[in-house]
Every structure is written in C-alpha cells, then in structure tokens.
C-alpha cells in the first residue's frame, strides 16, 4: 500500500475500507451499500493507482462495519476485492472477500418459473467451481456475470 | 423428526432402488392390502393431472388409506391468493402424507421444508417426477431380470422430455449403453451429455430411426414429438414422421426387446405395435400403481419386512 493510501486510510478513526474495487464496479458496489443514505462521511475514490490491478476504485465508510450477509453481497457482484476494518485509527482487519458455499437469501434465480420467484420465501444458491450459481429448488444454473441480486 | 419426503430418487443408492423395486414386486403379487388403514393420504394437485393422480389415488385406496385432496387449483385457497406454504400446513394438520404436483420447479422440495410429514413429489413443473422414474426402472428391471448392462434407446423429444434425463441419471450406476435417437431440435441437452461423459456413461448419438438401428435394444423409450417445440415449422413437417414406431420395424429386434412409453401417445406408436410382443407401455402404466404403493409406504415409514409379513 502507497504512503498516500496509508494516510487515507490512517485518516479515517472508525470504519471500513472497501479496497482492490474493479474501475468499473465501483458505482455498483456504492449504489449496493446504499453510501447515498449514509450519514457520516464517505470517501469515494476511482481510478486510484494500484500496483495489482494498474487501476482500482476504493470507498471509505465512517462508523460502518459489514456483517457476514453484507460481504457476501458484496462477493456476488465482486469477487475480488478487500475489506479493510479500521477501529481508533488502527488497521484491526484486512480480509480478501471470497465467495462463500452457500448464498442464502442473497441472489434471485433467473428461471421464472422456479418456486423461489412465486412464494415470499428465501432463496438458496450452492456455489459450483468458481463461477456458477446453481439454484437449490429448481436445480437451473447461472454465471455469476449474470446474477440479480435480490 | 427425520423427513422421509421423497422430492428426488436420483441420488438413490442401488440398494434403496431394489428395497423400492422389491416392495413394488410385492405388491404386484398383492395389490390389496390394508397397511394403511386410518391413514389419510392427501393429494394436491396444483396442475392438473389425470394419469399420476389416478394411479396414487388408486395405490393410497388399495393400501387401504383414505384420500383428501383437490385436482384442480381454482377450488381451493390457491385462487385467494394463499401461499403454497400455508396450503401446505393447513393440510398437514388433516393428512399422514401429501401427494403433489406443481407447476413451479422446486416446489416439493420447498414443501417437503414446511412441515413435518412427507411429500411426494408427483411433478413440479419439468423439473423432477420421481414417481415416473420409478415406475420406469420398475419395468426395465421386471422385463429384463436386471438393471445392469442394458441398452437403451432414447427415442423421439430428448430436449424437452424429463422422464428420459430422470431415466438417465437414475440408470447411472447400472452401466448402461444410451442411444439417443432424436432431431436435431429436440437433441439430448449439453448439460445431460456432460453429465454422462463426467459419470462414465456410455451413449450414441443418431438421428436414424429404422429397423437396423434398433436391432440391439433391450429397451426402447419412445417420447412424443410435439409440434409446439418447434421454433423452425418446416423442420417439424421434415422430421414428424421420422420418429414413428411402426410394427414391421420390429422384426430385426431382440427376443427380450421391450417398448416403453409414458403416455399420451400421439402417433409416434402406430396402433399395429400394441399386438406385438414387444408392446409394454400399457403393463408399464400399471406397473405404476405398484411403484406407487412402494413410494407411499416408504415415506410413512413401512418397510419390504412389514408388507412380507402383511397377508
């Protein structure tokens, strides 16, 4: 990590950093944290210079902590990008979010005839190889490029 | 408590399928019995359905069970707007066992979530139609002695056709030898392809249908080719008479050679094959009432020992 980006990260007291966002995500993952109704400060930064990806988008949110079903969220739509939790200025955990198992809840199926898209139920999606989603109920396949999130 | 639902039997291992084949041959030697007497056997049928329902409303009555149940969705709470899942606890109070179809795929096994007695799935949409299968492998294993290393000819609608993909994976552990017999519009899918080439199961592919090409089948599965799964009309007049099982096809045939079909038939049997020998799909649709009598049992908990000893 640069000096420039310790600094912006040391400068935030308590909060999250959500790091290595692909330049073209990065609005998808602003618009799914709903950063537009945070209230305390946000930091939103595209086309930084990252030595892994050339190019990367970064957002810092004050007082703001995921929970497991949040990053999972986060993992559907962007494999691969890092959390940064800060608490008291300090760096307190970094993790690369990956995919987990089972995504309970967190993607809609594209077949509309599956059950899961005609009862007020939750879905349930099993991760097959590293970028297939295959539906619990109705057995249908997706890509990952393609899912909706629910 | 644990749920004995049966949504799927394509992860069966080969001795629950003989368990169930075995009460299924039990059955047949006695249909009549009374294993479930006071028992309450519910089927729901969300879609309609005339031969599934009547064959598990028949097998529920000659086990002795009574039968509660819709057979037309407009009747019932469904049009109301009520959930499949408070359809189904309601009816969990009443019944020991629901029989169900769907038009949504996923639905039994959504069901089988909900409550705590079994469901059997009797079709959710073109997902999965247990029963079928199950009435299928019954009829190979009757006829040939034997579910091992047999070949099979698919023949007819292998894209859309679900009882041939069940009959597939249901088959998997037995090494059999496929023949997918089909146009190239309703052509067995890629994903059913890759799942024989992953599981080590042997198939052919052919568009011909003639007397030499089906020479060396134990069995031969005819489905129907429906005119409304053709995008391309003029393929369909091309190739509609080009999957038409007519009775001086048969004569190359083996001795043992069977013809299964899971009905309605169109015209892809002509009327000449139902005299021959080789003619099944009428004892097949029987055999269903015994297969079902087996499912049923099994999911309320009644084992091969209890029905040997019931006489």
Known sequence: MSNK???????????????????????????????????????????????MMGKKGLIKISGKFFTEAE???LAVVCPN?????????????????????????????????????????????YLKGTDTLKCRYCGKEQKLENIKLK | MENRSIVSIADYSKEKIQNLLDMATEFEKHPNRSLLKGKVVATLFFEPSTRTRLSFVTAANRLGARVIGFTDPKVTSSSKGETLKDTIKMVSNYADVIVMRHKLEGAALYASEVTNIPIINAGDGSNLHPSQTMLDLYSIYKTQGTLENLNIYLVGDLKYGRTVHSLIMSMRKYNPTFHFIAPKELEMPEE???????????????????????????????????????????????????YILRADMLSKCRENM??????????????????????????????????REALICDVLGITLEDIKKDK
């Open chain 1, 5 to 51: 980006e310790q600094k912006l990260v040391a400068a935030l007291e308590n909060g999250t950093v959500i790091d290595h966002i692909p330049t073209d995500k990065l609005f998808t993952i602003a618009q799914l944290l709903e950063v537009s109704k945070c209230t305390e400060p946000v930091l939103i930064g595209n086309n930084l210079e990252s030595k």
């Open chain 1, 71 to 73: 990053i999972s969220k």
């Open chain 1, 81 to 125: 990008i890092r959390l940064v939790e800060i608490r008291n200025y300090e760096v307190v955990a970094k993790r690369q979010i990956t995919l987990p198992e089972t995504l309970t809840d967190i993607v809609k199926c594209a077949n509309p005839v599956c059950i899961t898209n005609n009862e007020p139920m939750k879905t349930v999606f």
């Open chain 2, 192 to 242: 059913y392809k890759l799942y024989c080439q992953k599981e080590g199961i042997k198939y052919i592919e052919q568009q011909d249908f003639t007397e030499d090409t089906i020479a060396d089948a134990d069995i031969l599965y005819m489905t129907r080719v429906q005119r409304e799964r053709f995008t391309d009309l003029m393929e369909y007049e091309r190739v509609k008479d080009a």
């Open chain 2, 258 to 291: 069977k013809i299964l079909h899971p009905l309605p038939r169109v015209n892809e049997i002509q009327y000449d094959v139902d005299d021959s020998k080789h003619a099944y799909y009428f004892e097949q649709a029987q055999n269903g009432l015994y297969a």
